[in-house]
């Protein structure tokens, strides 16, 4: 069976510093990932999807970005983090139109 | 812009009744609609989806009917239990892709 698994599961980080978050699949091959980030009691915004090793398409135009390294593997980071950046931040995994997202990390900028 | 709306913002019901959640949208290049279920501090779980194609589609006490030419599917939970409080996003995805747009999400609660 299909495992996604993300971390931390929680991060308090400083204004002004680096972010990298962590997100793997296991149990399926070639998968599309995805970021999204959730703010407080609200909707999912989709930030980077990726469809293949190298192949990120961003979404919202901002300080962060995306990479993925290889084929289950997806990195979220930011050079310089803002107050704003703070939220909930989820992986998600398809092979075809369903999505299955992970535990989440719930980052809180200071 | 590409948009789901859904309503209501919040929801509370009795225990064994029924729960109804709407979703609207309006660009028609859509061709699957799922419903997800949040926990807090918890990521979203796929409850149940479907294609436009079929009007109605159920699983267990979970029902999505969904109108075509309305532009409008719904989530009908039949029998709610306290174990259904939490919230409940609807989404929609553009034809020839793989992304979502989700509605802003429905904060369900069930009185024992």
């Known amino acids: 069976s299909q495992t996604i698994h993300q971390w931390p599961a929680t991060l308090v980080q400083p204004v002004g510093s680096p972010l990298s978050l962590e997100c793997t699949v296991e149990?399926?091959?070639?998968?599309?990932l995805y970021w999204y980030r959730q703010a407080a009691g609200r909707g999912l915004q989709l930030l980077f999807y990726?469809?293949?090793?190298?192949?990120i398409s961003s979404e919202v135009p901002q300080n962060l970005s995306a990479s993925r390294p290889q084929d289950r593997q997806f990195i979220l980071s930011s050079k310089k983090l803002l107050l704003s950046d703070s939220g909930f931040y989820l992986c998600?995994?398809?092979?075809?139109?369903?999505?299955?997202f992970g535990p989440g990390t719930r980052l809180t900028v200071t | 812009q590409q948009q789901v709306k859904q309503s209501p913002q919040s929801l509370i019901v009795q225990k064994g009744g029924i729960s109804i959640i709407n979703c609207a949208y309006e660009?028609?290049?859509?061709?699957?609609f799922p419903w997800y279920q949040q926990f807090p501090g918890k990521g979203p779980a796929l409850l149940i989806a479907?294609?436009?194609?079929?009007s109605e589609k159920k699983e267990g006490r979970f029902t999505i009917s969904f109108n075509k030419s309305a532009k409008q599917f719904s989530l009908h939970i039949m029998d709610s239990q306290p174990g259904d409080s939490a919230t409940y996003f609807c989404?929609?995805?553009?034809?020839?892709?793989?992304?979502?747009?989700f509605g802003t999400g429905t904060r369900l609660k069930v009185l024992a």
């Open positions: 998600a995994w398809s092979v075809h139109y369903e999505q299955y």
């Open positions: 149990g399926t091959s070639n998968p599309n």
């Open positions: 990726s469809v293949g090793i190298g192949q």
């Open positions: 660009n028609t290049a859509f061709d699957y």
């Open positions: 479907i294609r436009p194609d079929v």
């Open positions: 989404a929609a995805s553009p034809a020839g892709t793989y992304k979502y747009i």
